[in-house]
């Protein structure tokens, strides 16, 4: 039976130190604010890190595809060369064909060199854009961790100067002797003020 007696009051314990446990203070709008905004360089350096990361393989991609582009235009242009100059020499129904396909064929790399170098023109701007944000991110995150060491000093150097200053050990043992003096003078000068009424009787 005592055993079921200590069991229940633990519990019991145990259930009102779970009520009585504070609350987490909430945090107000300005330290949300305050507390996203420090974040919020970090943040941006880390997603652009990434996005960086993405261009540069996009240019490389663009810039294969690119030079393969440019290879099969100047194959394109070669060929059309070839067979306009047939053409003139010999002209037949066969070299026509041959020669539009060419046109053709010289047109559609002409037009595939032009979208990949603008594309590849496109993403290298944007990079170079990205790396310019990073950089100056990287810097503003500095320069706000470096605020706050120096704004931390100088409320640690305000809260020390507004405290009371305590009294020194040099200050109370001038004070003591200076005690002991006017002690020391009261005690010589009493006898003598004794002297001085024994003389006015006489």
Do not use: G
Not at 134 to 163: D, G
Not at 173 to 180: A, C, G, P
């Amino acid at each position: 039976m005592p055993r079921k007696k200590v069991a229940k009051t633990a519990k019991t314990t145990k259930k009102v130190n779970t009520k009585s446990r504070p609350k987490a203070i909430a945090l107000s709008a300005v330290d949300l604010m305050e507390k996203e905004f420090s974040s919020t360089p970090a943040k941006i350096i880390s997603q652009s890190r990434k996005d960086l990361a993405s261009l540069k393989q996009q240019e490389k991609k663009l810039k294969s595809e690119l030079k393969k582009a440019q290879a099969q235009k100047k194959i394109a242009k070669n060929k059309r060369v070839t067979l306009t100059a047939k053409s003139k020499s010999k002209s037949t129904a066969a070299t026509k064909k041959l020669l539009a396909t060419a046109k053709q064929a010289y047109d559609k790399t002409t037009h595939a060199v032009t979208d990949l170098s603008d594309r590849f023109d496109a993403v290298k701007k944007q990079t170079k854009e990205l790396a310019a944000k990073q950089a100056r991110f990287s810097a503003l995150a500095k320069l706000i961790a470096q605020f706050e060491k120096q704004w931390e000093l100088k409320a640690k150097k305000s809260s020390a100067a507004s405290k009371p200053k305590k009294k020194t050990k040099k200050s109370k043992v001038s004070d003591k002797s200076s005690h002991e003096m006017t002690t020391l003078e009261n005690f010589v000068e009493a006898p003598m003020a004794v002297e001085t009424e024994e003389n006015a009787e006489a």
